[in-house]
């Protein structure tokens, strides 16, 4: 079955630490999005990728870094710079960005210890 | 002003009624509009999505929009205990690859 694969489903970050969070989608969709959501607020634009080997930083970037080598790996770095990381992470694809409608994979949530 | 607007609720309504949900958004040209349910420490799912003026019915839900007034709603008829959900209206801006998400709309189906 097509879909998004986020992994791991729960990560736990140390001071210092930067961990990576994994999304891979088998849909041949073009387009790939970060979002961070915390606890009552909708969901904010952290980086998206129309293309392979180019994205765009969304509205809370700093803190963050992406790499999109393959089109169906889209991979995010929250840095130690991100002081407060603390959130549920949402990877999302769409065949046309802008167009038809994002599809979501189970997320990461990430705490810090 | 936000880009996408949604109250907060929660909304109640007994079950077998009608819900109704709004979104109000600020890019005059927005070009896509779309709904979605998400159950506490799940992610989002699509329930609708819609891109011209007028009703888009789906089983017991119904979207309208109103491009004029700037506004997009979400109609779920004979609501059942399962809708208890929060639902996030987004929109896609005009000359963007971006989504706008409203933040959310509580809403609970009473037994």
């Known amino acids: 079955d097509g879909g998004i694969t986020q992994s791991p489903k729960y990560l736990f970050r140390k001071e210092g630490q930067n961990v990576t969070l994994s999304c891979e989608q088998n849909l041949n969709h073009d387009a790939m999005y970060w979002y961070r959501q915390d606890p009552g607020q909708g969901l904010r634009l952290i980086y998206y990728s129309q293309i392979v080997n180019d994205f765009q930083k969304g509205d809370i970037a700093e803190g963050y870094s992406v790499s999109r080598e393959k089109k169906e790996s889209f991979p995010l770095t929250v840095t130690s710079a991100q002081k407060n990381p603390t959130a549920f992470y949402l990877c999302?694809?769409?065949?046309?960005?802008?167009?038809?409608?994002?599809?979501f994979g189970d997320g990461t949530r990430l705490s810090i210890l | 002003q936000k880009e996408v607007e949604q109250n907060s609720g929660p909304l109640s309504v007994p079950e077998g009624a009608i819900a109704s949900l709004n979104c109000t958004y600020s890019d005059r040209v927005s070009q896509s509009f779309f709904w979605y349910r998400q159950y506490s420490g799940k992610s989002p799912e699509l329930i609708m999505s819609?891109?011209?003026?007028g009703d888009k019915e789906d089983g017991r839900f119904t979207a309208q929009l109103n491009k004029a007034s700037q506004y997009v709603s979400l109609l779920i008829r004979d609501s059942q205990p399962s809708d208890s959900a929060t639902y996030l209206c987004?929109?896609?801006?005009?000359?963007?690859?971006?989504?706008?998400f409203g933040t959310g709309t509580r809403l609970k189906v009473l037994a």
């Open positions: 987004a929109v896609t801006p005009s000359g963007t690859y971006k989504y706008i």
């Open positions: 999302a694809s769409t065949s046309t960005g802008g167009f038809q409608p994002q599809h």
């Open positions: 819609i891109y011209s003026n």
